[in-house]
């Protein structure tokens, strides 16, 4: 078996273009295996039903490489196909210390959005090394593969590039890591399902706007979770318990909730809930969904009513950090491969301890502070910031069809 170039071994360039069509990978290199060459590289994309194919293979003797030439436009004209075949030395070069995986979901995904992310890499001392979609619905996503530049400074840049051009970017660095085994923990109100359970609830108890103005005073930072917490449920106070029945019922689940859970725990992720609001919820969206884990308040039912009280440790900002931390050590997985998802400042502390923090339709404040932030109404997005692709989301659906 030959050795691989170094990078003064003469090499060719095999480029071949045209309408796709079944057998043209296996014809070139049939042509190519009779001059002994030896694969250097392959990159093969099919856009539209049109297929680019590039080869680098080590260059033949003088006498055998014309005559490399002339046979493999031979074979490509033969199957309508253009070939293009340039000499050079060695290897591609390599690739810069610092790799990240750059995805960018637009919904659409312009044009001038795409140049600004592009020179925005360019400008950081980025090279673009790769580029493929992810998925084309709900929203168009594209992945970057990025290299010559460290994670932290690009996604610092990229975050202020996507809030003024109105993109999502999320950046992570490349490495093993990311598709390991991992732990996804997210908020529950306004993120895994559309509504705030405790607004749900002051609507049956004809105290709806008293408790939506201090919930909104609470989520923009400007009042103490614990405070607020209390206040609103003070004002349930005498409520009939068979009201739980009647909010579980009335709870919305975020477009997408279902597919993101459902596929994480087939690729083996474990996934979990931390809530400011109640298990009284929260234990039926765990059954429901088959979370590994969930936390949340409870509120105390004593006699068939609602006491107006909280039982038990409060879950509040510094909490869902403390749950994130409980969680990961419970499912053995380092902090760093954890993923957390929320949308208000009490998720902030549980955002920054995750190895991914995602904003989620999230107010300015936590924007502005998380590791990426998605803007589009569907939760399952996310995986694309994974790296995992909608194919490979339908593919798992259909073979969970095939099993039943």
């Known amino acids: 078996m030959s050795a691989l170039p170094n990078n003064d071994v003469p090499t060719l360039l095999v480029k071949i273009f045209g309408k796709d069509r079944p057998g043209i990978t296996a014809g070139l290199f049939d042509t190519l ?6 694969v250097v590289d392959i990159e093969q994309v099919v856009t539209r039903g049109r297929i680019v194919l590039c080869v680098l293979v080590t260059e033949p003797t003088v006498a055998a490489a014309g005559e490399l030439r002339a046979t493999v436009h031979s074979w490509a004209e033969s199957l309508r196909l253009q070939a293009e075949i340039i000499s050079g030395v060695g290897d591609n070069r390599p690739r810069g210390s610092g790799r990240s995986h750059v995805t960018v979901l637009g919904h659409p995904l312009t044009a001038e959005s795409t140049a600004a992310i592009a020179a925005r890499i360019t400008d950081t001392g980025g090279n673009i090394d790769r580029i493929f979609r992810l998925a084309k619905y709900p929203v ?5 593969a990025v290299s010559g530049v460290e994670t932290e ?7 202020l ?3 003024g051009i109105g993109v ?3 950046v992570v660095s490349a490495g093993l890591h990311r598709r390991a085994q991992r732990l ?29 103005a201090v919930t909104e005073q609470a989520m923009r930072g400007e009042l103490d979770f614990e405070q607020s917490l209390h206040a609103r449920v003070a004002l349930l106070e005498g409520l009939d318990a068979g009201v739980v029945e009647k909010v579980r019922a009335e709870v919305r689940m975020t477009p997408g909730a279902r597919t993101l859970v459902r596929t994480l725990k087939r690729l083996g992720y474990q996934v979990g809930v931390v809530s400011g609001g109640f298990t009284q919820v929260t234990d039926a969206l765990k059954d429901d969904l088959s979370l590994d884990f969930a936390q949340a308040n409870t509120l105390e039912i004593v006699g068939g009513k609602l006491t107006g009280r909280v039982v038990g440790e409060v879950v509040d900002r510094a909490g869902k950090a403390r749950l994130l931390r409980r969680f990961a050590a419970e499912a053995g997985v380092p902090l760093d491969q954890t993923v957390a998802i929320g949308d208000g400042a009490n998720d902030l502390d549980m955002l920054n301890a995750a190895g991914l923090g995602v904003a989620f339709n999230a107010k300015p404040v936590v924007r502005q502070a998380a590791d990426t932030a998605v803007n589009v109404p569907f939760l399952d997005t996310v995986l694309y910031l994974l790296g995992i692709t909608r194919e490979e989301v339908e593919a798992a659906d259909g073979d969970a069809e095939h099993e039943h």
């Open 33 to 38: 295996a009779a001059y002994s060459v030896d």
């Open 140 to 144: 168009t996503a594209v992945e970057f």
């Open 153 to 159: 400074p690009l996604r610092t840049a990229l975050a």
């Open 161 to 163: 590039e996507a809030a």
């Open 168 to 170: 999502d970017v999320a």
């Open 184 to 212: 996804v923990v997210m908020d529950v109100d306004s993120t895994l399902i559309q509504d705030e359970v405790i607004e749900l609830f002051a609507a049956h108890a004809g105290c709806e706007a008293e408790v939506a």
